[in-house]
């Protein structure tokens, strides 16, 4: 098949696609999105999740013996809007 019909057919079929996604619900929309960033991203790879880990249980620990003060999700964007309007 040439590579022209190719693409057109692709087209067509990921236009109906996008068509059938815009009648679900917002829900369905959004678990959709999820499960195809995940399936892009591959496989979650363990040294990834174990450093995560480690890095979430090394901030608790500081936070719990004062060494540093928590800030809130407010105003942390807070400080990134106002970063990113200069």
Same mark, same amino acid.
């Given at each position: 098949?040439?590579?022209?019909?190719? @693409? %057109?057919?692709?087209?067509? !079929?990921?236009? +109906?696609?996008?068509? #059938?996604?815009?009648?679900?619900?917002? /829900?369905? *929309?959004?678990?959709?999105?999820?499960?195809?960033?995940?399936?892009?991203?591959?496989?979650? @790879? %363990?040294?990834?999740?174990? !450093?995560?880990? +480690?890095?979430?249980? #090394?901030?608790?620990?500081?936070?719990? /013996?004062? *060494?540093?003060?928590?800030?809130?999700?407010?105003?942390?964007?807070?400080?990134?809007?106002?970063?990113?309007?200069?």
């Amino acid at each position: 098949m040439p590579r022209q019909i190719e @693409d %057109a057919n692709m087209s067509t !079929a990921v236009a +109906e696609i996008e068509a #059938r996604i815009r009648e679900l619900s917002r /829900e369905d *929309k959004a678990d959709l999105v999820r499960s195809l960033i995940a399936d892009l991203d591959g496989p979650p @790879d %363990a040294d990834v999740e174990r !450093a995560w880990l +480690e890095e979430a249980k #090394r901030r608790h620990r500081e936070i719990a /013996e004062g *060494k540093v003060q928590p800030v809130s999700g407010e105003k942390v964007f807070a400080n990134l809007h106002a970063r990113l309007k200069k």
